[in-house]
Each structure stands twice: as C-alpha cells, then as structure tokens.
C-alpha cells in the first residue's frame, strides 16, 4: 500500500538526517571546542582586569576556578562523546547557538537569524533561475522529440555540447565583464545597490530584481541546453513504446497521443531531474554566489570556512542538510504516485 511506501520513505530520511548530523558534530567538535576555549581564556582576562587589589596566588586560584565554572557552563568537563552527543541533539533541535565572529544585517549573532537570513536569497536566484530553466528545457525538449534529426534538434544538440560543459563561474565572469563593464546594462554583483540601498518597497523591489537578472540569465544558458537534451531522450524513447504505436494506428490526434499518454509515462524521471536541480539550489553555490558577490547560503559558507566560525558552519550545513534530505524525501513520494509500474508496498 502506497502509505507504507511512503511511512518507510519519510523513516529513512529521518534516520540518514540524524546520522549525518552525528557525524558533522564528531567533525567539527575538535574545531568547535578551540574556539570556546579561546572565548573562555579571553572572557576570563576581561574579567581579571578588574581585580587589582588580589595576589598573584589568590589570582591564579581564582582564574582556575572561573575556568572550572565556564568548563560546567560548555559542558567541557563531560567526555568527548558526551559533548559530540549534547551538540548533535543542539543541532537536531535547531539551537545553534551563537557565531564567533559572523553577524546579521541586523548585527545579531544568533546562528539560526544568520542563517535564516541568507536562505532567502539563495532561493530567489537559484529557484528562480531553475523554474525558467525548467520550463525552457522542457519546451525545447519536446520540440526537439517531435521531429528527431531535423534542423532543430541537430543545431541545438550543437549548442547543447559546447555550452552544457562550460562552468558556471567563468561563463559568469564573461557575462560580468561584457554586460557589467563594457556595455554597462546590469550590475557586477550584490543583492541591493550600495550606497545607500533605495527607499521604498517598490523601489527596493525593484533594485532586486535588477541585480538578480545577469546571474539568472547566466545560470539559464548555462542549464537549460543540457535540460531540453535529456528531456528530448527521455520523450523519444517513449513515443518509441508499442502503446503509443497502438494509439497512433487507432487514429488518435498526435497532439493528443503526445500530450495524454507520452508525457504522462515520462512525467516521473522529467520531474525527477527538475525537482533535483530545484533540491540543489537550496545549499547555493559557494564560487557563483562569490563571483556575483550574492549574500547567499554559499557565500556564508565560504565566509564561514575563512573565519572559522564553526557555529554558523554547522547551522548552514544542518538546515541545508535538512532541506535537502527533506527534498528527496518528498521526492520519492511523488515518483511513487506518479509512476504506476511501481508496486509501493504491494505483492506481485
């Protein structure tokens, strides 16, 4: 039955959630615990700076206790797989606590505001981009099916082989350097025009958008070739199936045959590939988000590998992680109810 299938399909997601979130607490426990030592060595400084009146003996007894206390406060005095535990349940429960050094437009520091906040901006880009590229490749691909071998797909399938294995970040370079410097129509990067930002919803909006074009169009080119490529193949070798010859030879309208039973039977891997390019928008992309100076989930994960601000290192990989698996997850349960040839739960 189909609520088995997916009972064990949601099961699964959540035990290889928690598993992961282990292991990323193990990893960077080591680095992690640097960094709370450094804070505690330095809160204890701050606080011995007011007491002048105290011997070198009684100082350095009241230093060992003040580590002693902040040791209890971190939990540093259980053992390591006490503490590796106590941070994976912090993570499974989304108290991240606070950053290092990285803060929010806001000058927060709470890691899940930090977080939060970028999260947004990844999805605006990357999400939108996908949608029209998906669209587009699915046209395109469709196009390409209906007449296979002639002029379209040939001189598409052309275009298909030289842009699809271009990287992302040096055709995003050449697009900065023709459109941002030499014609001057869109802007080298940000999310918002500096200084100051516009005033106004309307305007604000607007300012967006306008930045958000050149990287869009740049990730477009960049996919939806390659899209269409995979979509033709996947709707060829449909119409190729004996059902659709039998549908044909009892006169039913092409459009029809094409439209109501074709794309119906290639519906589930035509929405896998999309939905898989839509799950991997939500970690961004560190080196295109950087090239575009997008404040994006990548750019903060770049940011925080080179400050070494591990709490927002281990936020941004646990949500992202999360959304990711969530993604999968449901993405199983709409390729078993889509895809009738398979038996979710039932006997042969």
Do not use: C
Request: aromatic letters at 12%; zero cysteines; proline letters at 5%.
């Amino acid at each position: 039955m189909y609520w088995k299938f997916a009972l064990k399909r949601v099961i699964n997601a959540v035990i290889i959630y928690i598993i992961l979130i282990f292991i990323f607490s193990a990893l960077f426990n080591v680095q992690m615990e640097q960094t709370v030592y450094a804070q505690i060595d330095e809160a204890i400084k701050m606080e011995s700076m007011q007491l002048t009146d105290m011997k070198p003996e009684e100082m350095q007894r009241w230093a060992e206790q003040r580590k002693e206390f902040y040791y209890k406060r971190y939990n540093l005095d259980k053992s390591v797989f006490e503490r590796v535990v106590r941070r994976a349940v912090d993570a499974l429960t989304f108290k991240y606590g606070n950053s290092s050094i990285i803060r929010s437009s806001g000058g927060s520091r709470d890691v899940r505001t930090i977080v939060l906040e970028t999260i947004p901006r990844t999805l605006l880009l990357f999400m939108t981009a996908m949608v029209i590229d998906i669209l587009l490749g699915f046209w395109l691909g469709i196009k390409k099916a209906q007449k296979p071998g002639k002029g379209l797909d040939k001189s598409t399938s052309i275009v298909t082989m030289v842009v699809y294995g271009m990287p992302s970040w040096w055709l995003g370079m050449l697009m900065i350097m023709a459109f941002a410097y030499m014609f001057k129509i869109f802007p080298s990067g940000g999310f918002l025009s500096t200084p100051p930002p516009p005033a106004g919803t309307l305007a604000r909006f607007w300012d967006i958008i306008y930045h958000l074009l050149l990287p869009v169009i740049t990730l477009v080119l960049i996919g939806f070739w390659g899209r269409a490529f995979l979509t033709r193949n996947i709707v060829l070798s449909t119409l190729q199936e004996d059902y659709i010859m039998s549908a044909r030879a009892r006169g039913i309208p092409e459009r029809k045959v094409l439209y109501g039973h074709a794309l119906r039977s290639a519906a589930p891997p035509i929405v896998t590939m999309g939905l898989l390019a839509l799950l991997v928008s939500f970690g961004g992309n560190i080196i295109f988000e950087g090239i575009f100076s997008w404040p994006g989930m990548g750019n903060l994960y770049w940011i925080s590998v080179q400050q070494n601000d591990i709490p927002v290192l281990m936020g941004n990989l646990s949500l992202t992680t999360g959304l990711y698996i969530a993604g999968l997850a449901i993405l199983d349960l709409i390729y078993g109810f889509l895809d009738p040839r398979i038996k979710v739960g039932g006997k042969e």
